[in-house]
């Protein structure tokens, strides 16, 4: 088990770097054109990282009970919040704050068993 949670938890890393990855393609769009972003570097370069992220948790899948993993996606909405903050100085909020907190919280009981 602790093999496959290392393999859940790179397959998460790995969509979460392809989120930013993403973002600061998006941050060089001018408007909205379909030829722009399938050929923009950053897009060719996060989709590599999501291809990879989705190997990754198809294997782990083949390991893990879906009731299990699926939860753990919730990780890249903490790393991404923070990320977000600190790297494209986003505004956090109490709010953010809290529901982050409830997402912590949920994941460790459930990864306890209670």
Do not use: H
């Not at 379909?34 to 899948?61: D, E, H, R």
């Amino acid at each position: 088990m602790e093999r496959c949670l290392g393999t859940l938890f790179l397959a998460i890393a790995f969509g979460i770097t392809g989120q930013v990855i993403y973002k600061y393609g998006a941050l060089k769009l001018q408007e909205f054109d379909l030829l722009q972003i399938i050929t923009n570097p950053y897009f060719i370069l996060g989709s590599v990282f999501y291809g990879i992220s989705a190997i990754l948790w198809f294997w782990s899948l083949s390991k893990l009970e879906l009731s299990f993993a699926y939860p753990f996606l919730a990780i890249s909405y903490v790393a991404i919040m923070t990320i977000g903050i600190l790297v494209f100085k986003e505004q956090l909020l109490l709010s953010k704050i809290i529901g982050i907190t409830f997402i912590i919280t949920g994941l460790i009981i459930m990864y306890l068993g209670f």
